[in-house]
C-alpha cells in the first residue's frame, strides 16, 4: 500500500504537468517509439565507464516513461537491447540485464500505480533466469492495467521477428489450416510481437546518428522520424516535449494529397 502522502504528491504532479503537455490532447502521437542510443558516448565524455552510461540511461528512461504516461501517449516503445548488441563485451551485457532487475525493482510499484502496462518484444528466453523472473513478475502486476503501454524492445531484432512471423505462418499452411492467398498485410502484422497495437505515429532517435538498428522495420512504414543530438543519459523531458512539438508540425499524408 502506497502511504496517503504519496497520492497527493501524484496528484500535484498530475496536475503540474497538465499544463505542460506539448500540444493539444488530440495531436500527441499515439504510439511513440524510442531508439535510446549514446550512453556510451555521455559514459566517455564524462570519463565514466560504460556501465556509468548505460544507469544513467535508465534514469532518463524513468522521465521519458513517466511524461508520456503524463502527456496521454498511448504506446511508448524503448529499444533497450538489439539482438546485435550480444556482439558487445559480457561484462557490459551481464551489467546491462542486472539494470533491467534494478528498474523494475525499483519503478514497478510507481508503474502499477500510474496505470501501465509493461510488454516485452524480442526474446527474453537468452536473458539470465533471475531477469526472466523479475520481467515474469513485472508482466504479470501490470497485465490488467488500462493506462500507458510500455513495450521494451529486448533481445529483439526486427528481421528475427519478421522471419519468425514467416514461419508461422508457413507453418499453417502446412497444416493447411490457411491458404497462400490468405496472407495479407493484416496476417503479416498480426504475427509480430506488436500485434494488437497501433503502429509508432513518431519515432525518435538519440545520439546523432540517423539510421534504424533493425527496429521495427515494417512498423515504421509511415512513421515521422525526430533525430536528436543529445546522448539519451541527457534526454530530458524538455527534449521530449520538442520532438513532439517537431512531430506534430509535420504534415502526415500517407501517401495521398493534402
Ligand atoms: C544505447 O547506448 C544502449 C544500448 C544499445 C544498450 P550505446 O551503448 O549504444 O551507446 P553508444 O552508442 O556506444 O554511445
Ligand atoms: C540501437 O543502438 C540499439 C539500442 C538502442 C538498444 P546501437 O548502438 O546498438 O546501434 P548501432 O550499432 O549504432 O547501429
Ligand atoms: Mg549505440
Not at 53 to 60: E, N, R, V
Not at 185 to 202: I, N, V
Not at 247 to 252: D, K, L, P
Request: charged share 30%; with cysteine; hydrophobic share 40%.
Amino acid at each position: 500500500m502506497f502511504p496517503e502522502w504519496k497520492g497527493v504528491f501524484r496528484r500535484r504532479t498530475a496536475q503540474r504537468v497538465e499544463n505542460d503537455r506539448p500540444c493539444r490532447a488530440e495531436e500527441i502521437p499515439i504510439h511513440v517509439a524510442v531508439i535510446m542510443d549514446g550512453n556510451g558516448r555521455w559514459a566517455r565524455r564524462h570519463a565514466l565507464p560504460r556501465a556509468a552510461g548505460h544507469h544513467a540511461g535508465m534514469l532518463a528512461m524513468r522521465d521519458a516513461i513517466r511524461a508520456a504516461d503524463d502527456w496521454g501517449i498511448q504506446v511508448l516503445t524503448l529499444y533497450s537491447f538489439s539482438t546485435e548488441n550480444w556482439k558487445r563485451p559480457r561484462q557490459e551485457i551481464d551489467y546491462l540485464w542486472r539494470l533491467v532487475d534494478e528498474f523494475f525493482q525499483l519503478d514497478i510499484d510507481e508503474l502499477v500505480e500510474r496505470n501501465v502496462r509493461i510488454k516485452i518484444i524480442g526474446d527474453p528466453s537468452q536473458l539470465p533466469q533471475v531477469t526472466q523472473n523479475t520481467i515474469a513478475r513485472a508482466l504479470h502486476r501490470t497485465k490488467d492495467n488500462t493506462g500507458l503501454t510500455v513495450q521494451f524492445a529486448l533481445n529483439y531484432g526486427s528481421r528475427w521477428e519478421i522471419v519468425k512471423a514467416v514461419q508461422e505462418i508457413a507453418y499453417q499452411i502446412e497444416k493447411r489450416e490457411i491458404a497462400v492467398t490468405d496472407i495479407d498485410e493484416k496476417m503479416l502484422s498480426d504475427y509480430l510481437s506488436t500485434s494488437g497495437l497501433p503502429d509508432p505515429d513518431l519515432l525518435i532517435r538519440t545520439a546523432g546518428d540517423q539510421r534504424i538498428s533493425n527496429f521495427l522495420l515494417w512498423q515504421i512504414a509511415y512513421a515521422e522520424f525526430v533525430f536528436v543530438n543529445e546522448m539519451w543519459p541527457d534526454f530530458t523531458r524538455k527534449h521530449f516535449y520538442s520532438a513532439i512539438q517537431a512531430y506534430v508540425a509535420r504534415e502526415r499524408r500517407f501517401g495521398g494529397l493534402k
